[in-house]
């Protein structure tokens, strides 16, 4: 293992050149390596296949710290493209970040339906769940709103795949905003431009830096909001959980060895010595001969034929995965209920709430800086639509957001009897109270709730109704034919006790 692996760092020794290669030429060439940092982070993230091969990239730079690679028959280099990348991060952050499970309620101050479309059509709460989950790994990521062939969109851009330019006084204060584009040439090989926002500007580069475009910024802003976490002292971007990701690598380095294990000792090997040239082949394992074995004056003993088999360990490297990793995530805040395996009966609520109380800290914490980042991206928004689509939203609005606290579980019924007395204090409307019993898509107002109600009580009460009179008529019948039958044997008289003539007339013949 050379000295250059020994100080150069994993996620430097895996992207650092690609990176070169395309802001090598910019004013951002001393951020190479900042840039690789984030892409270390990023690649387990996704689920492309520039992905996978980024993952696979950096697991190689970690296992050489352990692993010889200067040789193509090295473990790794002969293993390279098995090499494992499970990723665990996605479904981390999916719990880590809670806050647009459910779509928040916003009360805008300027009240304006056409907001509420907009950001319907522009699937606001799912992109604002993807910016949760990206900034809160790598700690800063870019909301861009846009108008793609009349659709509103949003771009949500982590920071290996953008770069700032800020005032040499005001680290903080942006001037200019570089995105790369890959254009592909005829050949298939990248070919990057970059786009250059200034809010006074929009311009295109090529990938030595020359100007290739110039026009005049429609929008007077910069088109892209900034959702960070944490203020960096030292740079705009910040860190990062690079902790979990350190913990992703060591658990898959140690798949790696399990994996190896159960190859190098499920089978086998023969040991020939003493055989010479003679050609001796035994399979499926491959055979090792060993020439030129002597014992004592130098004697060659004689020629033996062995099997020997390596001592397994997978068991123990399984469980030694197992205890590192969820140490790792119990760092992180995450609640013994989402790391270890349910053994079948669910936690009370009690118990879950205080399983969670961090991870509910957590939250708490993210729901403010939200909140702060909702309201800065409201006026880009609005900016953006406006400008292309002329939809004349209010370009300053505040807005209030109450976000939905996850369910904790109840018995049914118990629910259920909360949700009607809620309803019977006036504490939830119609709809809310008809939803949480019917998922119905047309139920969208109290009003709509309310005859729904109405409705399905009136046709209850005709159900009641009916069910009566068909019992009552079928009790009359029933008691007319017992009259018939005893009617031999006595006789119903009127009130002034006279026989009824009725009664007689069906009397039958003793």
Request: proline share 5%; net charge negative.
């Amino acid at each position: 293992m050379s000295t250059t692996i020994n100080r150069t760092s994993d996620h430097i020794r895996a992207f650092a050149l690609p990176f070169s290669v395309i802001w090598g030429a910019t004013p951002f060439a001393s951020e190479v390596n900042n840039l690789a940092y984030f892409r270390a982070l990023t690649s387990f993230l996704g689920s492309e296949a520039d992905d996978l091969s980024d993952r696979r990239k950096l697991m190689y730079a970690y296992l050489q710290n352990d692993f010889a690679s200067d040789n193509q028959e090295d473990t790794i280099n002969q293993l390279y493209n098995i090499i494992p990348t499970e990723e665990s991060i996605s479904r981390i952050m999916r719990n880590l970040c809670g806050l647009y499970t459910q779509s928040p309620n916003r009360k805008f101050e300027v009240p304006n339906p056409k907001i509420e479309e907009a950001y319907k059509t522009a699937s606001v709460n799912n992109a604002f769940k993807i910016a949760h989950r990206t900034a809160k790994l790598c700690n800063t990521v870019l909301v861009m709103p846009t108008v793609r062939d009349g659709k509103i969109e949003i771009d949500i851009l982590p920071p290996d795949l953008f770069r700032f330019a800020t005032d040499p006084k005001d680290y903080r204060k942006i001037t200019e905003l570089w995105i790369p584009i890959n254009s592909p040439d005829a050949a298939g090989n990248p070919r990057y431009t970059f786009k250059v926002w200034r809010a006074d500007s929009y311009r295109t580069l090529d990938s030595e830096g020359r100007e290739t475009g110039y026009e005049k910024n429609k929008y007077g802003i910069i088109p892209a909001c900034v959702l960070q976490f944490n203020s960096s002292r030292t740079d705009f971007y910040g860190g990062g959980m690079w902790d979990l990701l350190s913990a992703v690598l060591d658990d898959n380095k140690l798949c790696f060895l399990a994996n190896n294990d159960v190859v190098y000792t499920a089978f086998s090997v023969w040991i020939a010595t003493n055989f010479g040239k003679e050609n001796i082949k035994i399979s499926p394992n491959r055979l090792l001969k060993v020439d030129k074995v002597t014992a004592g004056e130098g004697f060659e003993i004689a020629p033996s034929l062995q099997s020997i088999s390596g001592n397994a360990a997978f068991m123990e490297i399984e469980q030694l995965r197992d205890v590192r990793y969820k140490k790792a995530l119990r760092k992180m805040g995450l609640p013994e209920s989402l790391i270890s395996a349910n053994p079948g009966l669910a936690p009370s609520g009690v118990a879950m709430q205080i399983d969670r109380q961090e991870l509910m800290e957590i939250r708490s914490e993210d729901a403010e800086v939200f909140r702060k980042f909702e309201n800065d991206f409201y006026p880009v928004f609005a900016k953006v639509i406006n400008t292309d689509l002329g939809l004349g939203l209010p370009e300053i609005c505040n807005i209030g957001i109450d976000y939905i606290e996850p369910q904790q579980y109840i018995e049914p019924a118990a629910e259920q009897a909360s949700k009607q007395l809620q309803f019977d204090f006036g504490i939830i409307g119609a709809k809310d109270f008809v939803n949480y019993f019917v998922k119905n898509e047309l139920i969208t107002t109290d009003e709509e709730a309310i005859n729904y109600l109405i409705k399905n009580r009136e046709l209850l009460e005709k159900l009641n109704t009916n069910g009566k009179s068909t019992t009552n008529n079928s009790s009359q019948t029933a008691g007319g034919d017992n009259a018939k039958v005893s009617g031999g044997n006595q006789q119903d008289e009127t009130a002034n006790g006279e026989p009824n003539p009725t009664d007689i007339q069906v009397q039958k013949p003793v």
